[in-house]
C-alpha cells in the first residue's frame, strides 16, 4: 500500500521580523504559560498511562493558522500508537490439516474482505485449511472478478503460513467428495466453532455458504483477534494492477494539492431507492426510486416516509448537506475533494450543489485516463478497491452514510495510526440544516454547533461500543461497534507495549 505521509511542519514562532516589544514578549510568555498548562491537562491522562512519550511541543501550537490547519488536517491524537498484530508467546504455528474448508464470500468488496478475514480465524479454530474463497457474482454489484483479480493471492498464501494453511483449490481426489454445506450462525464465539469441529467426525469438508459476519466482534482470544487484522491488514493486499493504479491516483492527488479530503459520498441511486431518501429531489426522482425499490426483491421495506427517514438521521448527506458540512467544519473553498464513490444520483444536477462551495471536487476518472480504467470497468469491486485505497491514503475521509466502506475505512486509518475520519452526526445536522434553511440559524452559530458536535467524531482512539443497553440476547451482538470498525485495543498499541 502507498505511504506517502508527510511530517507536520514546526516552525518558531518566537522568531519573526518585526522587532518585538516588551508588552508583546510579556504576553507571549503569560500565554505559552497558560497554552503549557492547558495541553499539560490535555495530556496528562497520555502521560500517565504512557510515560516514553512527552506531551506534544507546545511552540508547535502557538501560530494561530497553524492551529486552525491543525485542527482540520491533523490527526493529533494519534502519537505513541502503533499496530500490534504480532502473536502471543503462547501461540502456536499452523499445522497442516487434511480437512477443508470453502468459503463463497457474499457482499459488495469491504463485506467480503471482512468476512474473509473472520473465515482465516475461523478455519484456524477448526483446524482446518482453507481454500481461497469464491467471490460473490450475484450481487446487486455483479461483478465477475475471482479473488486473485482483486487480492494479491500469492501474498496472502504465504503471509498467513504461520497461521493457517491456504491452498488455490481443493487437492483433485477431494473435488467429488461429499461436502456439508453450513450457514454459521452469525457474530458466533470460540465455543460456537470448537463445537463445530464435531463435523470432522464424519466429513472433510466443509463449505460455508456465506462469510459476512460470522464472527462475534469481541469476547475472542486475542490471538485470534490479531489474526483477523493480519489477515485484513496485511494478508489482504489488492493485486500488482489495483495497488500500481491506487498509488499513482494517489500521488496524482498530491501533485494537485498537498492535502485531500476522501469523501464517501454515498449519493448513488441504490442507496437512495434502498433508504427511501428523497429529500431535495423532483417528483419524477422520487418515483423512479419508489419503482426501483418496487422492483427489487431483496429490499424488504417498500414504504418509505421519507421525511421520517431523514429526521431519524437514516439518510445519506446530500451533496449540498456535505458542502455546508465542511464549509461550517472550516475547510477553505480551494480545498481538494476525491470523491470515493459510484455514480452521483441526478449527476452534475446535484453535484453542483457541492461544487459551487467545493469547486477542486475529482473524481477517479478525471484522474486517471481512460485506458488506464478500462480493465476496471463492469468490476465495481475493482473500482472500489481504488476508491479503498484512495480513501485510506487521504489526510482526512468522511463517509456521508454509514456502511461497510465506512466502517472499514475507519478501523483501517485507525490501525495505521489514528488519521482522521470525521463521521458526521446526521441526525443532528439535519436538525441544524432545517434551521439554517428557515431562517433561525446564523453561518456563524451554525459553524459553532457543527465544531462542537464533530469534536468526538474525528477517529480518536477509543473503547469499542457496546451493544445499546437493555438490548438482550443475540441482538447484542449485531449491534455492537464492528471490530473492523475499531480494532483497538487488540490491534493497537501504545509506545510502550510491545513489538511493532
Ligand atoms: C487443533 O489443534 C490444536 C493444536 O494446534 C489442538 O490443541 C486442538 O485440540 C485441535 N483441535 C481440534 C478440534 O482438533
Ligand atoms: C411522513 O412523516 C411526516 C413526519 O412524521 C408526516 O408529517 C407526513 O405526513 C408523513 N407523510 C406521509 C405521506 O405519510
Avoid at 447484542?476 to 473492523?484: D, H, I, P
Wanted: net charge positive.
Amino acid at each position: 500500500m502507498v505511504n506517502h505521509r508527510r511530517n507536520s511542519h514546526i516552525r518558531n514562532p518566537l522568531i519573526c521580523n518585526r522587532k518585538p516589544s516588551f508588552l508583546s514578549i510579556t504576553a507571549y510568555v503569560i500565554l505559552l504559560f497558560a497554552l503549557s498548562i492547558f495541553v499539560f491537562i490535555l495530556y496528562s491522562k497520555d502521560i500517565l498511562e504512557d510515560e516514553q512519550n512527552k506531551p506534544l511541543p507546545v511552540l508547535e501550537k502557538l501560530k494561530p493558522d497553524q492551529l486552525g490547519d491543525d485542527q482540520l488536517w491533523e490527526a493529533s491524537f494519534s502519537h505513541g500508537l502503533h499496530p500490534c498484530v504480532k502473536p502471543t508467546s503462547k501461540y502456536k504455528a499452523a499445522q497442516v490439516w487434511d480437512r477443508y474448508i470453502t468459503v463463497r464470500s457474499n457482499g459488495g468488496l469491504n463485506q467480503m474482505r471482512a468476512g474473509i478475514a473472520d473465515m482465516v480465524a475461523v478455519a484456524r479454530i477448526m483446524n482446518a485449511t482453507l481454500v481461497i474463497p469464491q467471490l460473490d457474482k450475484s450481487s446487486f454489484w455483479q461483478d465477475t472478478s475471482t479473488f486473485s483479480d482483486i487480492f494479491d493471492e500469492l501474498h496472502f498464501i504465504k503471509t498467513l503460513q504461520q497461521d493457517v494453511r491456504v491452498v488455490k483449490e481443493l487437492p483433485k481426489e477431494l473435488q467429488d467428495v461429499p461436502r456439508v454445506r453450513k450457514h454459521f450462525t452469525s457474530w458466533s464465539g470460540m465455543s460456537y466453532y470448537e463445537e463445530m469441529t464435531q463435523l470432522w467426525k464424519d466429513h472433510q469438508l466443509i463449505h460455508v455458504a456465506k462469510s459476512d459476519s460470522r464472527l462475534a466482534n469481541n469476547d475472542l482470544p486475542l490471538d485470534i483477534q490479531r489474526l483477523r487484522c493480519r489477515a485484513l491488514y496485511h494478508a489482504l493486499r489488492f493485486s500488482p494492477s489495483i495497488n500500481g493504479l491506487g498509488k499513482k491516483l494517489v500521488e496524482r492527488l498530491r501533485s494537485h494539492a498537498e492535502r485531500y479530503i476522501a469523501l464517501h459520498l454515498r449519493y448513488e441511486k441504490d442507496m437512495l431507492s434502498f433508504t427511501g431518501c428523497t429529500y431535495g429531489l423532483t417528483d419524477a426522482e422520487s418515483e423512479e426510486l419508489r419503482i426501483m425499490r418496487e422492483n427489487t426483491n431483496h429490499w424488504k421495506i417498500k414504504n418509505i416516509n421519507s421525511t421520517e427517514q431523514r429526521i431519524g438521521g437514516f439518510c445519506p448527506l446530500t451533496p449540498k448537506e456535505v458542502g455546508v458540512f465542511l464549509q461550517a467544519l472550516g475547510y477553505p473553498p480551494s480545498t481538494l475533494i476525491y470523491i470515493a464513490a459510484g455514480e452521483i444520483y441526478g449527476g452534475n444536477a446535484h453535484l453542483a450543489e457541492l461544487t459551487s462551495r467545493f469547486p477542486n471536487v475529482v473524481f477517479k476518472e478525471m484522474l486517471a485516463t481512460e485506458e488506464e480504467l478500462k480493465s476496471f470497468s463492469k468490476h465495481a469491486s475493482q473500482t472500489a478497491a481504488l476508491d479503498y485505497i484512495i480513501s485510506i491514503e487521504s489526510d482526512v475521509f468522511i463517509p456521508s452514510h454509514s456502511g461497510n466502506m465506512a466502517r472499514a475505512v475507519e478501523g483501517h486509518r485507525r490501525f495505521l495510526g489514528h488519521r482522521k475520519t470525521i463521521t458526521p452526526d446526521r441526525k443532528r445536522l439535519v436538525e441544524i440544516f432545517d434551521r439554517l434553511e428557515a431562517g433561525q440559524l446564523e453561518e456563524n452559530s451554525v459553524s459553532h454547533l457543527v465544531r462542537q458536535m464533530h469534536k468526538n467524531r474525528q477517529g480518536a482512539l477509543r473503547k469499542r461500543g457496546g451493544a445499546p443497553s437493555g438490548i438482550k440476547g443475540r441482538a447484542r451482538f449485531r449491534l455492537e461497534e464492528s471490530f473492523y470498525q475499531n480494532p483497538y485495543s487488540e490491534c493497537i498499541c501504545r509506545s510502550k507495549d510491545t513489538e511493532r
